[in-house]
Nanobody, 127 residues
Framework: QVQLVESGGGLVQTGGSLRLSCAAS????????MGWFRQAPGKEREFVTA????????YYADSVKGRFTISRDNAKNTVYLQMNSLKPEDTAVYYC????????????????????WGQGTQVTVSS
């Protein structure tokens, strides 16, 4: 059974930083694209960023480009999301997810391309 567990969320002031972690079990995520999504109250879940299985390629939503950085440590079966210069509009529940394709080469931004999801971690940015 595949499990993804996010951690690192919390309350931070505008301009602050947080680092989210996503620890996986039941699947060797080194063979899969990993993504981060977020969902704000009253809004649909949206793509934030993803990283290829090798770590050689990443893709970011325009809203976080230049502020967020995704990385992975395949030896630890863990993916990270470093969030800097946080804004109130970044407030949301953040989810990590694993792409369904073994060693997929193209990063999809649609949530339907991802088959396993974590329970989410709350990030709140105060103004």
């Amino acid at each position: 059974q595949v499990q993804l567990v996010e951690s690192g969320g919390g309350l931070v002031q505008t301009g602050g930083s947080l680092r989210l972690s996503c620890a996986a079990s039941g699947r060797t995520i080194s063979n899969y694209i990993m993504g981060w999504f977020r969902q704000a109250p009253g809004k649909e879940r949206e793509f934030v960023t993803a990283i290829t299985w090798s770590g050689g390629s990443t893709y970011y939503a325009d809203s976080v480009k230049g502020r967020f950085t995704i990385s992975r440590d395949n030896a630890k079966n863990t993916v990270y999301l470093q969030m800097n210069s946080l804004k109130p509009e970044d407030t949301a529940v953040y989810y990590c997810a694993t792409d369904s394709r073994y060693r997929g080469s193209y990063i999809y931004t649609q949530s339907r391309s991802y088959d396993y999801w974590g329970q989410g971690t709350q990030v709140t940015v105060s103004s």
